[in-house]
């Protein structure tokens, strides 16, 4: 792999992924997978330490609809 291309590379936990794709999903509407969580878990985090009036971009690598029947969409109902 040319390690020169890209700056750093930032580890994001499974529970980081999966809390940010069900956070893309009910907020904004956007059906990812857990890579997707995990891509906009770590764009966030560059977007705090860059602070305000930067621009942070990321991809969507991955379709929450294969997802859709697995504990990653199961949402807790609120009474």
Request: hydrophobic share 40%; charged share 20%; glycine share 14%.
């Given at each position: 792999m040319d390690t020169s291309i890209y700056n750093?590379?930032?580890t994001v936990s499974n529970e980081n992924a999966f809390e940010t794709a069900r956070r893309l999903a009910r907020e904004e509407?956007?059906?990812g997978g857990i890579s997707t969580g995990?891509?906009?878990?770590?764009?966030?985090?560059v977007a705090k330490r860059l602070?305000?009036?930067k621009k942070v971009v990321?991809?969507?690598?991955?379709?929450?609809?294969?997802?859709?029947s697995t504990p990653l969409y199961q949402f807790e109902t609120e009474e």
């Open positions: 750093e590379v930032i509407g956007i059906l995990a891509n906009v878990y770590a764009a966030l985090e602070g305000k009036g990321t991809v969507s690598p991955s379709n929450g609809e294969r997802y859709l």
